[in-house]
């Protein structure tokens, strides 16, 4: 027989409920984060949560208008700088702006990169990848995390960090027709681990995780899915080979970058988190056959 619950009971588990959840806002509050690539999709999602969740966020990109609006949807504890991640000096210039103003940064969140697909001309694939298209996806991707880690360390040493390096599904598994991308985040995948082994060596409390996402809708699959009616289509077959059966949204990949980025995450470094709807646990990545 279930006991009736009495109004003083009831009134007694909501306060606990509230206590609970109010005692979990604000999980990187006083934090100074900086995230790459958030003009949009993914870092755009990131920032936002971060933000939300009481930190100060500096918002970088080479997509200056789209930046500065996401910015300034925000409040004043937020702001844009123009970062092109490829290019040392700019790297450089943006953390002795964070640490003339701020002093330290608690927050790394490398998410900038490319396909490829859209921004140069190609070949992709492993026997007519163009050279300089191969450069440039590494660039970006490959160094551009590099420089990212190379300077966070240098203003998270004194007082601790967290470093996440978005990768991907790609840096796990072969992709036959981006061979530059599958590359630059397999690149991303390990050195995160040596950064991780670098930090804890060296006594740095400076944590440094990957985050490897897959089939999350954003604006880096528009060149793969085609429009209208081919679109859909598209869509609805990338969706049957995804166990839960849906493409994946932003925000799923922001509050993993939330879990690794805040003091929940404390004894956690050097690990692969993995948001891809179960696709890496249940397909084989079995490359196409030429009929």
Same mark, same amino acid.
Request: some cysteine; overall charge negative.
């Given at each position: 027989?279930?006991?009736?619950?009495?109004? @003083?009971?009831?009134? /007694?588990? @909501?306060?606990?409920?509230?206590?609970?959840?109010?005692? @979990?806002?604000?999980?990187?509050? @006083?934090?100074?984060?900086?995230?790459?690539?958030?003009? !949009?999709?993914?870092?755009?999602?990131?920032?936002?949560?971060?933000?939300?969740?009481? $930190?100060?966020?500096? =918002?970088?990109?080479?997509?200056?208008?789209? +930046?500065?609006?996401? $910015?300034?949807?925000?409040?004043?504890?937020?702001?844009?700088?123009? /970062?092109?991640?490829?290019?040392?000096?700019?790297?450089?210039?943006?953390?002795?702006?964070?640490?003339?103003?701020?002093?330290?940064?608690?927050?790394?969140?490398?998410? $900038?990169?490319?396909?490829?697909?859209?921004?140069?001309?190609? +070949?992709?694939?492993?026997?007519?990848?163009?050279?300089?298209?191969?450069?440039?996806?590494? !660039?970006?991707?490959?160094?551009?995390?590099?420089?990212?880690? *190379?300077?966070?360390? *240098?203003?998270? *040493?004194?007082n601790g960090g967290s470093i996440v390096n978005i990768s991907s599904r790609s840096g796990v598994v072969?992709?036959?027709?981006?061979?530059?991308?599958? $590359?630059?985040?397999? &690149? =991303?995948?390990?050195?995160?681990?040596?950064?991780? /082994?670098?930090? &804890?060596?060296?006594?740095?409390?400076?944590?440094?995780?990957?985050?490897?996402?897959a089939a999350i809708m954003t604006p880096m699959w528009d060149a793969m899915l085609g429009e209208g009616?081919? !679109?859909? *289509?598209?869509?609805?077959?990338?969706?049957?080979?995804?166990?839960?059966?849906?493409?994946?949204?932003?925000?799923?990949?922001?509050?993993?970058?939330?879990?690794?980025?805040?003091?929940?995450?404390?004894?956690?470094? +050097?690990?692969?988190?993995?948001?891809d709807g179960g696709i890496l646990a249940g397909s084989a990545a079995t490359p196409k056959k030429n009929?």
């Open positions: 027989m279930i006991k009736s619950i009495s109004p @003083n009971q009831k009134l /007694l588990y @909501n306060r606990q409920k509230f206590n609970f959840y109010f005692e @979990n806002m604000n999980r990187l509050e @006083n934090k100074i984060a900086l995230i790459t690539g958030a003009a !949009r999709g993914i870092g755009r999602a990131i920032a936002e949560l971060f933000h939300q969740e009481g $930190a100060t966020v500096i =918002i970088t990109d080479i997509r200056d208008e789209e +930046g500065m609006q996401g $910015a300034g949807n925000l409040d004043s504890r937020n702001e844009y700088r123009h /970062l092109d991640v490829k290019f040392e000096s700019e790297w450089q210039e943006t953390t002795d702006y964070i640490f003339q103003k701020y002093g330290r940064l608690d927050i790394l969140v490398n998410n $900038a990169g490319i396909t490829g697909f859209l921004e140069t001309s190609g +070949g992709f694939d492993a026997e007519n990848v163009d050279l300089e298209s191969w450069e440039e996806v590494h !660039r970006v991707n490959t160094t551009g995390t590099m420089l990212g880690c *190379k300077y966070a360390i *240098k203003l998270m *040493k004194e072969g992709i036959p027709g981006a061979v530059a991308y599958a $590359a630059s985040k397999a &690149a =991303i995948r390990n050195h995160s681990k040596s950064v991780a /082994l670098f930090c &804890a060596e060296n006594g740095y409390k400076i944590r440094c995780n990957s985050i490897h996402p009616e081919q !679109r859909q *289509k598209t869509i609805e077959f990338v969706e049957s080979g995804i166990p839960l059966g849906r493409f994946g949204d932003p925000i799923d990949v922001a509050y993993g970058a939330l879990y690794l980025a805040s003091d929940e995450a404390k004894y956690v470094t +050097g690990i692969e988190l993995t948001i009929e």
